[in-house]
């Protein structure tokens, strides 16, 4: 799916903003926001996704796409706690092959496990991490980018925890509850629902975004449990994961290529000459990627431009120069066509946050 809308968080991180997130929240967010009368479909369109593509199972999203839905959500709803929401609505099916290899893992800690090895066919936007600590078996979720933005980094917190009490008391019983919950946001100036949901105390303002498990819940035995069919999905899991490792190693190779060349830019021709791979193979593999090399380049000056915006020194013109535009008109046309806004007003936004 060509996207001229995605960009780098940072060129050569671990998780490249470029397609590659499965748009699970944002399929599961569209009938939380439906109940507010809120239509999220102007805005997924303005980020590229229509509903032919959403109904796609193959669809990949960057990164940025879905922090920009989340974001227009949370704006239209006016729902501090929509995470929580979205979250405590979701089922396993929602989760694809995945959930049906944890639906059919031995117990709930083998599939918490399978959860966390096979996260980024998910569509997860946080980074797990799970193992036995002394308060109990703790799941982890941070998030990949420090600058997001705090709303987005808050339902994202939420929607994680959420869905995870959800999911466990739908598989494994309604009266789990973990021992424990902790955020690194602030605390909310109303913490029932956070109370009324877990049941179990929560912290504020802590290192990290952690839920602990009680140790008898960790090693219960999920209820569809079936080794024969659990193997073969994660051998096919397996096979989606390799594929996805060396989709993202491509477009990540590449930003970090465009980036250091800026304000040049390599041509096609040139980026298939520096690969050893022909042009045909280049945009085929790109193709698979669901992106273009067009809309790489236009992510990695996206990001480029955010990142000179932030320095007050720096004038439009100079912005438009190290960012390989032509003018500063051109790059007034694509702030626009980015965020909707002028860069002076971009810019200000920046400085307010």
């Known amino acids: ?4 809308h995605d960009a780098p ?8 903003t470029s397609a590659t997130i499965a748009p699970n929240i944002l399929r599961c967010l569209r009938p939380v926001t439906d109940a507010y009368g809120v239509d999220l479909r102007p805005e997924l369109n303005r980020v590229g996704l229509d509903e032919a593509m959403m109904r796609s199972a193959a669809l990949r ?3 940025r796409q879905g922090s920009a839905v989340i ?5 239209l709803t006016g729902d501090a706690h929509l995470g929580l929401r979205v979250g405590a609505a979701q089922h396993l099916t929602s989760w694809g092959l995945l959930g049906f290899a944890q639906m059919a893992a031995a117990t709930l800690r083998e599939a918490i496990e399978t959860g966390v090895r ?21 799941l982890r979720a941070e998030l990949p980018d420090p600058a997001l933005d705090p709303p987005v980094a808050v339902f994202l917190a939420e929607e994680a925890f959420a869905s995870v009490v959800a999911l466990t008391r739908l598989s494994s019983g309604q009266e789990f509850a973990p021992r424990g919950v902790e955020f690194a946001f602030p605390s909310p100036r109303d913490t029932a629902p956070f109370t009324e949901l877990f049941r179990c105390p929560v912290r504020f303002g802590a290192v990290s975004n952690c839920l602990v498990f009680p140790t008898s819940w960790a090693g219960r035995p999920m209820p569809g449990r079936d080794p024969v069919t659990y193997t ?10 390799a594929s996805t490792r060396d989709r993202q190693d491509l477009l990540e190779v590449l930003e970090i290529s465009i980036a250091q060349g800026l304000p040049e830019v390599p041509s096609f021709v040139e980026q298939a000459r520096r690969h050893a791979l022909s042009e045909r193979t280049l945009r085929r593999r790109l193709v ?3 992106t273009t090399y067009e809309a790489v380049v236009d992510g990695v000056r996206r990001e480029r431009v955010e990142q000179l915006l932030r320095r007050p020194e720096l004038t439009l013109r100079d912005i438009a120069r190290q960012a ?5 008109r051109a790059l007034r046309r694509a702030v626009h066509r980015w965020h909707g806004v002028t860069p002076a007003r971009l810019r200000a936004d920046a400085a307010d946050r």
């Open 1 to 4: 799916m060509p996207d001229s």
């Open 9 to 16: 968080t940072q060129p050569g991180t671990s998780r490249s």
């Open 61 to 63: 999203v960057s990164y």
């Open 71 to 75: 974001r227009r959500a949370l704006e």
């Open 118 to 138: 096979f996260q980024n066919l998910s569509g997860a936007m946080v980074v797990w991490s799970a193992g036995p600590e002394e308060t109990g078996y703790v």
């Open 232 to 241: 073969a999905v994660v051998e096919i899991l397996e096979e989606q994961a």
């Open 288 to 290: 698979e990627c669901g």
């Open 324 to 328: 390989g535009f032509s003018d500063v």
